[in-house]
């Protein structure tokens, strides 16, 4: 069993950047690849990055890519969301995940974190 705790969101303006970080419990966490989504107001979860177990291979949803950056901790059972040049349309519940079972699904999920980007 994971835990995961998403932190670091907040209010910001649009140009600016925020690290969510997200914290594990649980030994097992290096072994598992994780993600990020999020959901905005009346719109479903959506894929944002994802990282696999070690680190190495990375991949971005394409309105994301070139700004936010996924990266991971093993020794510190932490990942972490870098997300810059932030824009209004950013704005959205932000949920950390781990353990892929397939595809884009995953076994763990965190409680999410608000972030919202003003105009």
């Known amino acids: 069993q994971v835990q995961l705790v998403e932190s670091g969101g907040g209010l910001v303006q649009a140009g600016g950047s925020l690290r969510l970080s997200c914290a594990a419990s649980?030994?097992?966490?290096?072994?598992?690849?994780m993600a990020w989504f999020r959901q905005a107001p009346g719109k479903e979860r959506e894929f944002v990055a994802d990282?696999?177990?070690?680190?190495?291979?990375?991949s971005y949803a394409d309105s994301v890519k070139g700004r936010f950056t996924i990266s991971r901790d093993n020794a510190k059972n932490t990942g972490y969301l870098e997300m810059a040049s932030l824009k209004p349309e950013d704005t959205a519940i932000y949920y950390c995940?781990?353990?892929?079972?397939?595809?884009?699904?995953?076994?763990?999920w965190g409680q999410g974190t608000q972030v919202t980007v003003s105009s």
């Open positions: 990282v696999n177990w070690s680190g190495a291979i990375r």
């Open positions: 649980g030994r097992m966490f290096s072994n598992y690849d």
């Open positions: 995940a781990a353990s892929r079972t397939e595809g884009r699904k995953y076994r763990y």
